[in-house]
Each structure stands twice: as C-alpha cells, then as structure tokens.
Nanobody, 124 residues
Framework: QLQASGGGLVQAGGSLRLSCAAS????????IGWFRQAPGKEREGVSC????????YYLGSVKGRFTISSDNAKNTVFLQMNSLKPEDTAVYYC???????????????????WGQGTLVTVSS
C-alpha cells in the first residue's frame, strides 16, 4: 500500500513537500513515481526514482524546481516542490511498479500500486 500526504494550499513561489509511505514491500526492485492530474487534463508523470540503479527522472516543466528523494529506513519517498506555479495545481499521486519498473511507471504510466491523491493548490 501507498499513503500520500503533504498537499495543501500555497502561494506561487512557495514550497511543499509530499510524502509517500509504503507498506507491505521494500523499495529494492521497485520504481516509485509521482503523478499529477489537473482538472480536465490527463494524468502525467512528474518524477520517478528507480531503486535498482538510483536514477531519477523529471517532467521537463518541473526540472530544477522539484526533487525526488527517499528515506529507505522509513520506506518513504518524498517530492520536494519549490518555486511552485499555479500550473502545478493538481491532485498528486504516488505509485510503485516492479519488473519492468521503469517501463511501466515512466513510459507507460502504469503501476502495481497507487496511493490516494493529495491535492496541491497553488494560488497566483
């Protein structure tokens, strides 16, 4: 299971940190990703970390502003979001996939597990 938290209302230029706590599995063979879906838009991948090799991936529009990280001891993945913009407003979901993790998560936008969404609202 995945439990996402940390969303809220923030002004443009502000920061939020999302957390995704996993239970029932360890990260070793998984990729964990953050997705978002804004009203009227399709879900898109925001960031992903592949625990097999430690590589991270970002949507172009968030590069340099968002950082994905993990606390393996706590089985938790974080998404630090800085310099937030109104266009970042969306429901954010975390997801986990294994074998082939990256292909599922980052290419096909599918997952073995989905967390519930957490709403991020950025006011202008």
């Amino acid at each position: 299971q995945l439990q996402a938290s940390g969303g809220g209302l923030v002004q443009a230029g502000g920061s939020l940190r999302l957390s995704c706590a996993a239970s029932g599995f360890t990260f070793d063979d998984y990729a964990i990703g953050w997705f978002r879906q804004a009203p009227g838009k399709e879900r898109e991948g925001v960031s992903c970390i592949n625990f097999r090799d430690g590589n991270t991936y970002y949507l172009g529009s968030v590069k340099g502003r968002f950082t994905i990280s993990s606390d393996n001891a706590k089985n938790t993945v974080f998404l630090q979001m800085n310099s937030l913009k109104p266009e970042d407003t969306a429901v954010y979901y975390c997801a986990a996939a294994t074998g082939p993790a990256l292909l599922k998560l980052w290419v096909r936008n599918t997952a073995d597990y989905w967390g519930q969404g957490t709403l991020v609202t950025v006011s202008s």
